[in-house]
Structure formats: C-alpha cells, structure tokens
C-alpha cells in the first residue's frame, strides 16, 4: 500500500525501487534452485522442458531417474496419459505403446522426502509414478498440472513405535513405525524435482485432445507427445 507523501519524488522512488528489490529477493527465496543439482532437459516433439532434480531430499528416487537418462531409456517414449486438471505421465511405452523393459523398482521415498523439507505435489513438480504397491516405481514419471494435495505423502513422526501419530482427525498411539511407512493411505507420490524451464510445453501437452490408444481405455493424447531425447546438463 502507498501513501500520498511530501517528500522529494526522488526520494519516493528511490523507496519504491528498495521495495521493488525486497518483494523480488522474498519471492527468489521462496524458490530457490542449487546450482549444483542435476538438470535433465527432455526434448520432445512439442520443444524443451528441464527438470531440476533434488538428490538430498529422494537420493535413490534421482540415482534411479538419472540412470535411465544414461541409458537412454526415455528416447523414443511417449507422454501416454495425460487427465486435465491433473497430470501428465510418460517414460514407458513407445509410440507403439509397447512397454519397455525396466530396472527393479526404487524403494518409495515420498515421507523422507517432505520430512527433509522437499516440495509437494504441486503445479510443476515432477513425481514418480507406481502401481497400488509403495515400493512399485520404476520408470514412469509425471509432472503435476495442479496442486493435487492427495497425492502429498503424510511425514511419520520420530519414534518406533510412534507415540502418537493424528490422521483424519483421528489420534493413534503406540504404533509399529513399519505400519505406518508401508500404509498406501499415507505414503503418497514421491517428489524428486520440478519444471524450471518448459512449462509452455507441459501446457501444450495438456491442452492435447485425449481418448483412447493402444492398450488404454482413456486418456491418450490423440496426437502423440514423444520423447525423442532426454540427457543430463552439464
């Protein structure tokens, strides 16, 4: 808010500017990036979209995204499902919607990851996508189009057995730490990285008219989305 003041315009800008410059630093620490986080740009048919990668919040969640990148297995993929509103999801069919072999699935670090202070699944963001089974991720990842808050992993407090643990206004006590980090209800998607650059793509990706394709009832972008290269920046 601004007030109507006597002072010299000089002065009345040199002000604003000091503001302008306080609001612009708030607002880069509110997101800040590491220049030494790893950077993966995936070139699809649609233009560039590089993600920025947080190893100390899901270590083996980057270690196991990264070697795919190295070993190209996301060239030649497709963006498979893609619901408004929502997300979109690729990294494994080809666009003849065959399924590519994987790696053996990374242990689920969702609940560790937003204990350290990582990000929810908000717009932007970059999660990896699994089956009903927590420990089921492998290669398929998606980027969040909304804050899609019931996919956010709840943290388990210290303890083992937890003292006390509150879920849907409902208070437990005294439970096995295991019963909880292994509950589908509560361990969420894990997220591993964001968008820093691309989001018009990821726009345009969801803007996409979408129906059915291969082995999918729904949901398949009817002009495909393909990856033809994902690498790490150096």
């Known amino acids: 808010m601004f007030f109507i003041t006597h002072k010299p315009l000089v002065h009345v800008l040199r002000v604003l500017v000091a503001s302008v410059a306080l609001s612009c630093a708030v ?3 509110q997101t800040p990036t590491k220049s030494d986080n ?6 699809t048919n649609l233009g560039d979209i590089v ?3 947080y190893p100390d919040k899901a270590p083996k969640t980057v270690a ?7 070993d190209h297995h996301y060239d030649g993929t497709i963006f498979h499902r893609v619901i408004a509103g929502f997300m979109v999801q690729g990294g494994g069919y080809t666009k ?5 072999p994987t790696r053996a699935p990374v242990i689920h670090e969702g609940q560790a990851a937003l204990a350290k202070g990582g990000d929810k699944n908000v717009i932007g963001t970059v ?5 009903s089974e927590p ?3 492998t290669s398929q990842f998606f980027i969040n189009i909304a804050d899609n808050a019931f996919l956010d992993p709840t943290p388990v407090p210290p303890g083992d057995p937890v003292p006390s643990f509150t879920y849907n206004g409902r208070t437990y006590t005294n439970v096995p730490r295991a019963n909880l980090e292994n509950n589908p209800k509560l361990v969420g998607y894990t997220v591993f990285g964001k968008v820093i650059a691309g989001m ?7 803007s996409i008219p979408t129906g059915a394709s291969g082995p999918f009832p729904s949901d398949v972008p009817k002009t495909a989305v393909t990856i033809s290269s994902a690498f790490i920046i150096k």
């Not at 196991?64 to 190295?70: A, K, R, S, T």
């Not at 999660?127 to 089956?131: E, F, G, L």
Request: no cysteine; proline share 3%.
């Open 64 to 70: 196991n995204f990264l070697q795919y990148v190295n």
């Open 96 to 100: 003849a919607y065959a399924e590519k």
């Open 200 to 206: 018009d793509v990821v726009d345009k990706i969801k």
């Open 38 to 43: 790893p950077r993966v740009k995936i070139s």
């Open 127 to 131: 999660a990896m996508a699994r089956t």
């Open 27 to 29: 607002v880069s620490a």
């Open 51 to 53: 993600l920025e990668l």
């Open 135 to 137: 420990n089921s991720a």
